[in-house]
Every structure is written in C-alpha cells, then in structure tokens.
C-alpha cells in the first residue's frame, strides 16, 4: 500500500511539472444531477487532485468547501476558466439527468463562456472523479491527465505515467 501511494505521490509531482509548462491553469468542475448542478469546489476528490497537480479555480470557486449545490443558471459567468470538466450522476440510467444537462448547456449564459467558446468543455467518468474516491480512481485519474490536457506525447510525459495494476 505505502509503495503505491508512493508512486501516486510521484506520479502527481512529475504531472504537476509538466502542467505548469502548459496554458492550461484553471479549471472548474460541475456534476449533473436530475434537476440540479453541483459546482464542486476544493474539498473534494476532483479538487484535491486539480489542486495537487497545481492547477487553480477562478476566484469565486477558491474556497475550501465541498461544492455548492443547485449552482443556478445565473451564476453561470463563475465557471470561466481555462479548461472546464463535468461528470453527470447515473448518466447511463438517468435520462433525467442528461436532458438537465443538455438545457443548461443551451443557456445563453453557458454559450458565452470563453471556455466554451474555446472549446475546452471535458465529460469526466462520474465513478472515477467523483464517487469512488481512493487509491484506484486516483491512479486512474493520473492516466487520464495527459489526454484531458492534450500533452504531448514525450518521454517527459511518459515519465509519469502509472502502471496499469490490479
């Protein structure tokens, strides 16, 4: 257990490096849910690894909670950033859920964002960003910050990278 979490340790160290070479710096992180949008600020396994990996929330979203729940579509203008990532509860049973999710996203308000217009917009998997919370989705997490950041593909970036264990 100690030699894992080491090389997650080490794993978050050699990304946080290669990120902050990258434009990338802020990003937010939203859940829909049926009928509502949780904001997920820093207290949070999504936020405690954005904040390891040494990536900053806009202004408003720096707090120390868990999130703000019903985040209304007036507050969409806060979640500008440079890259933002949602995740949605039982999108895959929960018709509900994504018909919420596709009205928010056709606010005026969500379609004026810059980083919607910039296209940086990323579906995350809801079991590993948000619900499972351990050594597993961590290492998963990690594997899958190369791609969500579209690094590069070099020996800087496969230097960090996780094995694929049981």
Do not use: K
């Not at 257990?1 to 160290?13: D, K, S, Y």
């Not at 868990?66 to 579509?73: C, E, I, L, M």
């Not at 949605?88 to 379609?111: H, K, N, V």
């Amino acid at each position: 257990g100690q030699q894992r979490l080491a090389r997650v340790q080490q794993a978050i160290g050699c990304l946080r490096g290669v990120l902050q070479q990258q434009p990338l710096r802020t990003v937010s992180v939203l859940r829909f849910n049926p009928g509502q949008v949780r904001l997920y600020q820093l207290d949070t396994f999504s936020g405690e690894l954005f904040s390891a990996l040494g990536l900053q929330r806009p202004p408003t979203q720096q707090v120390h909670a868990y999130g703000v729940n019903n985040f209304s579509p007036e507050r969409i203008p806060e979640l500008d950033a440079d890259i933002l990532f949602y995740f949605s509860y039982g999108a895959r049973r929960q018709q509900s859920t994504l018909q919420y999710r596709e009205a928010f996203m056709q606010d005026p308000a969500w379609q004026r964002l810059g980083v919607v217009r910039r296209q940086q917009v990323h579906a995350l998997d809801d079991v590993i960003w948000n619900t499972a919370n351990g050594i597993l989705a961590a290492e998963t997490a990690l594997r899958q910050i190369p791609t969500l950041f579209s690094l590069p593909d070099s020996d800087e970036v496969r230097a960090c990278s996780l094995p694929v264990t049981p």
